[in-house]
């Protein structure tokens, strides 16, 4: 199975938006199946066969998700992000006040699907092949 330092050599790799789709076949040739990252402190939950489970360490001092979520702003903010032009922590901050919780990153089905505060979809996304 794999392991947090593989997966933060991985990770290594992403400088913007733009690196994630690259980012998600060195996953899957990890044998991740999803994960989760929580937008308040950075932290993820990654999954592999046979109920494998694994927790990323907290990235950054905790974020305060807006109550209402903006998913026009969301959506705004996540195409600068995806062109490059905002790095990852400045895209967290972002989603934060566009009241984005979470996202949820499936490799089976090449989908990021986004969360706010109640657990409502926000968007998902076709992850580029």
């Known amino acids: 199975m794999f392991t947090i330092e593989q997966i933060t050599e991985a ?13 998600i076949q060195d996953m899957k ?5 999803h994960y989760e990252t929580f937008v308040a402190d950075g932290h993820t939950n990654y999954y592999g066969a046979n109920n494998y489970k694994i927790t990323s ?6 974020l305060t998700i807006a109550e209402v ?3 026009e702003r969301f959506i705004a903010d996540l195409k600068i992000h995806q062109n490059g032009k905002t790095d990852y922590l400045t895209f967290c901050n972002d989603s934060s006040k ?15 699907t986004y969360f706010d505060k109640a657990g409502n979809k926000i968007l998902t996304e076709e992850i580029p092949q």
């Open 98 to 112: 566009s009241g984005i919780e979470k996202w949820s990153v499936s490799m089976d089905e090449m989908t990021c």
């Open 29 to 33: 040739k990890l044998g991740v199946t």
């Open 69 to 71: 979520s903006n998913k």
């Open 57 to 62: 360490p907290v990235k950054y001092e905790t």
């Open 11 to 23: 990770h290594s790799k992403v400088k913007s938006g733009a690196d994630f789709p690259a980012y």
